[in-house]
């Protein structure tokens, strides 16, 4: 998602190259991007755990693949957000 963030913003005329993904949500936000830095962090934790589970974990697997569930309306609306600014 960071790459889209960064390619959506550089397609609007910013220097994304430099900016960190905190300054990236930031400038989002003030382009009318619905986006929470505390949602995307979250997210991004979720993301780090899936990435360095283990398969005989089945267990906290399934646990968050439970959360990218709740979280899929975060993200329709997010990417809805996107589309109708560009």
């Known amino acids: 998602?960071?790459?889209v963030f960064k390619r959506f913003l550089i397609s609007k005329g910013e220097n994304?190259?430099?900016m960190t993904m905190l300054d990236m949500i930031n400038c989002?936000?003030?382009i009318g991007i619905e986006i929470?830095?505390?949602e995307w962090f979250e997210l991004r934790e979720i993301r780090n755990?899936?990435?360095h589970e283990?398969?005989?974990e089945s267990g906290k697997i399934a646990e968050v693949i439970n959360k990218i569930?709740?979280?899929?309306p975060y993200f329709k609306k997010l990417f809805d957000s996107l589309n109708s600014l560009k």
């Open 36 to 38: 929470n830095s505390g």
């Open 28 to 30: 989002l936000e003030k």
């Open 1 to 3: 998602m960071g790459s």
């Open 54 to 56: 283990y398969e005989d």
């Open 49 to 51: 755990i899936i990435a």
């Open 16 to 18: 994304a190259d430099a």
């Open 69 to 72: 569930n709740e979280k899929m």
